[in-house]
């Protein structure tokens, strides 16, 4: 229903995340421990940009899943605050995204002693290129699955 209203009004439409938020590599998006992102696709690729914040990743990682309707785009287990980048190429004509993103768990700054009092799940950026080339670092393109319509 969220899909469908978002691609009759072409527009994005994001849940289950905090607002954006500048990073050196562009703006982001905070999950909860679920999210759903609606995307207009303006571009063929895809590249999404994804990382955990937990201080005890190491000793107790965190899974992400970063799913489509009909395909997964991510499954691993996170036990570093690496950022890992991702690129997907779009059946052709495909004029929107949506993927789901879930964590095993969230965390929140407060914790620590910091007044963010935020649930913290992982750092989301979603970016579309015209090219693949444009993206250097990345060496490999998945398709992503056509979907029905939702």
Request: proline share 8%; glycine share 6%.
């Amino acid at each position: 229903m969220l899909f469908r209203s978002a691609l009759a009004g072409r527009r994005d439409y994001i849940v289950g995340t905090y607002p954006t938020e500048r990073a050196e590599e562009g703006r982001f998006r905070w999950t909860r421990r679920r999210a759903t992102f609606t995307l207009v696709a303006p571009q063929p690729h895809l590249v999404i940009r994804y990382h955990v914040g937990h201080p005890d990743v190491d000793a107790r990682p965190v899974k992400i899943r970063i799913t489509t309707p009909c395909q997964t785009l991510v499954d691993e287990f996170r036990h570093d605050t690496d950022t890992v980048t991702r690129a997907f190429e779009l059946p052709d004509g495909q004029a929107m995204v949506r993927f789901d993103v879930e964590v095993s768990r969230t965390w929140s700054p407060a914790d620590s002693g910091q007044p963010d009092r935020r649930s913290l799940g992982a750092a989301i950026q979603a970016d579309f290129v015209a090219e693949s080339g444009v993206v250097s670092s990345i060496s490999g393109w998945v398709p992503l699955t056509p979907c029905s319509p939702v």
